[in-house]
C-alpha cells in the first residue's frame, strides 16, 4: 500500500531529474493536499516530532513534510509542488539567514509567503532558548554525550563563547547528531514553550 513516505521519495527523485509521473500518480492516490518545505532532516525530526506529541497524524490529514537538502533547493520544490505543478498548498519552515530563498523560490511559484514560519538563527536556536541550555544538558547527559559535551567546551575555540552558542555548535559536530537531537529537544519540550515558528507551523496545517 502506498504511503506518504513513498511520496516524499518520489518528490526528491522527482527534484533531481527523475520522472514526475509517480510523483503525480502518489499525489492522486494519498490525497496529498499540503507540502511542508523544509531545509534537512533535523528539521523533519522536529516537525515529525512535534506531530506525535499532538496526536496529528499528518499522512493521514495529506500532509507531506518535504527535506529539501538545503534552501537553496526550495525554488525546484515549490515549481513541482505548488500552482504551476501538483497545486499543492505550500508552507514550510526556515532560518532566518535562509529567509530570501524562500520568498524568491515561492513568489517564482506563485504561493503565497505568509505561511513560511522564520526561525531566529535557525530551529536549533529556537529549540535551546525554549529549553535554555541547562535543559539541554539534562538531555545530554541522559544520551550519553555529556562527556563529549564538556571535551568540546574545554576546546580553545570554544573559550569565551557564551553556553548558547556553544550548545549550538556542539549539535552540528557530529554527522546525525542534529537530527537525533531535533527529535529529543521537541520531546523535552513543556507544552507552552514551544517555539513560535514551530507552533505556528504545526497549528497551520
Known amino acids: ?13 522527482w527534484a533531481t531529474g ?12 494519498l490525497g496529498v493536499r499540503t507540502a511542508v518545505l523544509l531545509e534537512g532532516l533535523s528539521d523533519l525530526a522536529a ?15 495529506g500532509v507531506c513534510v518535504v527535506p529539501m537538502g538545503g534552501a537553496m533547493n526550495v525554488g525546484r520544490y515549490a515549481g513541482l509542488l505548488g500552482p504551476p505543478g501538483l497545486g ?5 519552515l526556515c532560518d532566518e539567514g535562509e529567509q530570501g530563498f524562500y520568498e524568491r523560490g515561492l513568489t517564482r511559484a506563485k504561493a503565497p509567503l505568509q505561511d513560511i514560519y522564520v526561525c531566529t538563527a535557525d530551529l536549533e536556536d529556537e529549540l535551546i532558548r525554549a529549553l535554555g541550555t541547562t535543559g539541554v544538558e539534562e538531555i545530554l547527559r ?8 564538556q571535551t568540546f567546551q574545554r576546546q ?12 549550538r555548535r556542539f549539535l552540528g559536530t557530529e554527522k546525525g ?29
Open 47 to 61: 516537525v515529525e516530532a512535534l506531530a506525535a506529541r499532538r496526536d496529528r497524524d499528518l499522512a493521514a490529514e
Open 1 to 13: 500500500m502506498a504511503d506518504m513516505r513513498a511520496f516524499q521519495d518520489a518528490v526528491t527523485s
Open 156 to 167: 580553545p575555540a570554544q573559550h569565551g563563547r557564551p553556553r548558547h552558542q556553544q550548545v
Open 18 to 29: 527523475g520522472p514526475d509521473r509517480p510523483a503525480r500518480d502518489l499525489a492522486e492516490i
Open 88 to 92: 499543492l498548498r505550500l508552507t514550510g
Open 142 to 149: 541522559a544520551e550519553g554525550d555529556f562527556r563529549a559535551w
Open 177 to 205: 547528531r542534529k537530527i537525533r537531537y531535533g527529535r529529543l529537544l521537541v520531546e523535552a519540550l513543556a507544552p507552552d514553550r514551544t517555539p513560535a515558528p514551530l507552533d505556528g507551523l504545526l497549528a497551520s496545517l
